[in-house]
């Protein structure tokens, strides 16, 4: 085989074997978010990593508007794969819908906001409002009263979720000191100066994310606050390139966002190699096997 050079021939293959060996990636986000944020890149990361290990190829499907959401409809339907992977999906988003029509298995990146109570739908997520808890817990500790939140994008659960954790422990908090904003450093720096219109006592920021946090203190800077002293400022994610080099370095909740990646391909093609798609979602006596990692708080200079 080696001196002829000769290659199986997949398409031959799959014919028997009834496997393609390759998994799609559906991120439901425009190519122009998913390769400027590094949390794609460390998803995707631990995806290839465990796809690469089992031999398995990955299919990268982006979705830009719903002309893109009928062809992953279409692609998933037609037998090209023998699995599906999707993140960072939206609360309107008609993805499930469809892949449930293509009848493809499929594990989902981030607690589902519709029929998430499905036994068959499989998921891995990080305890977001757990982590939001600790960060808020943390800014009360420090003496912090007017402790603020720039939440994410709301049509996502992530968001939902860690704004749910800092009204767990801010009970009674002035609703002017929530400020929607959508991930991104422009969202930040938006939310941030609306919060200081509003609310220029502020003495904290809890952040939906790393990127958020980036841009909420740049605003600070630029307004003359002094972080920590005047505000304290924690994100969420622990993304190094941004929290390490923030200025000054950020206080965060560390979720393991590569290891999130690992887990989605794990569960995917264990529940392949059991030979039916639904088993894959079931664990030991019919429970499911979705996946919630714990976050940690790592603490920097800015809080």
């Known amino acids: 085989m080696e001196e002829l050079g000769y290659v199986p021939n997949q398409a031959a293959r799959s014919l028997v074997t009834r496997r393609h060996d390759a998994v799609a990636v559906v991120v439901a986000e425009p190519e122009t978010r998913v390769f400027a944020d590094p ?30 959401h009928a062809r992953v409809g279409r ?6 794969v023998d699995g599906a992977l999707v993140f960072s999906l939206h609360l309107d988003d008609p993805l499930p ?6 009848g493809v298995p499929t594990v989902f990146g981030g607690r589902p906001g519709w029929n998430g109570d499905r036994r068959d739908v499989v998921y891995v997520d990080s305890d977001n409002r757990g982590g939001a808890r600790d960060a808020v817990r943390h800014l009360a500790g420090l003496g912090r009263t007017r402790i603020a939140h720039i939440t994410g994008a709301l049509d996502q659960t992530s968001a939902v979720d860690r704004l749910d ?5 801010m ?14 450093p422009a969202g930040g720096e938006r939310a941030m100066r609306e919060l200081l219109d509003r609310c220029p006592d502020v003495d904290a ?44 370095p950020l206080t965060t909740v560390r979720q393991d966002i590569e290891e999130m990646g690992r887990l989605m391909a794990r569960l995917l093609l264990r529940g392949l190699d059991r030979g039916t798609p639904h ?25």
């Open 39 to 68: 949390f794609f890149a460390l998803q995707l990361r631990g995806i290839s990593k465990e796809l690469t290990a089992h031999d398995n190829q990955l299919v990268l499907l982006l979705t830009e508007g719903r002309d893109d």
């Open 75 to 80: 692609y998933l339907a037609g037998g090209h």
């Open 97 to 102: 819908e469809l892949i449930q029509r293509a």
């Open 165 to 169: 954790g800092y009204r767990d422990v």
């Open 171 to 184: 009970v009674d908090a002035d609703p002017r000191l929530i400020a929607e904003a959508d991930f991104t």
């Open 205 to 248: 920021v809890f952040a939906a994310n790393d990127l958020t946090a980036s841009g909420a203190l740049r605003v600070l800077r630029e307004t003359g606050r002094r972080v920590p002293d005047d505000v304290a400022v924690i994100g969420f994610d622990d993304m190094l390139p941004i929290a390490e080099q923030a200025d000054p």
């Open 279 to 303: 088993e894959g979602a079931q664990g030991v006596g019919g429970t499911p096997s979705s996946v919630v990692l714990p976050t940690t708080l790592v603490r920097r200079a800015s809080a």
